[in-house]
């Protein structure tokens, strides 16, 4: 079935260090997006990114469609960017986001 | 523009009650999409509505259900709670023939 997986599960980091976050999903995507919740439940959009690479600041993100996985980059991580990472997928087949099972990213000081 | 609001954000039931959560839309955006997030199953879509009419649904019983207005602004409510209904209820919108969706604070239901 249609499935999103991302990795790894857990990441502790202190501060300053780079880091990288896969999604790997299973079929073809019209839609492919990045997002950050925040401490109160709110997903914050960080990018939409059916393919190609894109930067915003100390993040970037990159997703190979024919190869079916993206990647997010956090640079000089701060412990600001503590949370949890989120994508999800827009399927050819359907009009609904399917989440991966997120990311939890730790940032030490 | 403003964004996606819900209401209320917080909210206690009792098992056995029924429960109505808001949704209003950026404006100009006629697709409204409701998702469920528990610790266990992570988000989960419940239904899509747009112009009024549901277009999606997801894998949930029919105790869940919604509707849209003329405005664009969506409800969604579950009859009959039970605990495994405690969740964060998040709501997304976005625009006629755009794929990018925005999403809301979330109402956080917890039932006791």
């Known amino acids: 079935g249609i499935q999103v997986e991302q990795s790894p599960p857990d990441l502790i980091l202190q501060e300053g260090a780079n880091s990288t976050l896969r999604c790997n999903f299973s079929d073809s995507v019209n839609n492919l997006q990045w997002f950050h919740q925040n401490p109160w439940g709110q997903l914050i959009n960080l990018f939409y990114?059916?393919?190609g690479t894109k930067q915003n600041g100390r993040l970037s993100a990159t997703t190979v469609a024919t190869e079916r996985y993206s990647l997010l980059y956090i640079s000089s991580s701060q412990t600001t960017d503590s949370g949890v990472y989120f994508c999800?997928?827009?399927?050819?087949?359907?009009?609904?986001?399917?989440f991966g099972g997120g990311t939890r990213l730790m940032v030490k000081p | 523009k403003a964004g996606v609001t819900q209401t209320p954000r917080y909210l206690i039931k009792t098992r056995g009650q029924q429960v109505t959560l808001s949704c209003s839309p950026i404006?100009?955006?006629?697709?409204v999409s409701w998702y469920q997030q528990t610790p266990g199953q992570g988000l989960q879509f419940l239904f899509e509505?747009?112009?009024?009419?549901?277009?999606n649904k997801g894998n949930f019983p029919g105790r869940f259900s919604g509707r849209q207005f003329s405005n664009s602004r969506s409800e969604m409510n579950v009859s009959t709670l039970e605990l495994g209904d405690s969740a964060l209820y998040l709501c997304a919108s976005r625009s006629t023939g755009g794929n990018e969706q925005y999403f809301g604070p979330g109402t956080r239901l917890t039932v006791t």
């Open positions: 404006s100009g955006h006629r697709s």
């Open positions: 999800a997928a827009l399927f050819n087949a359907g009009n609904m986001l399917t």
């Open positions: 990114i059916p393919s």
């Open positions: 509505y747009f112009s009024e009419t549901q277009r």
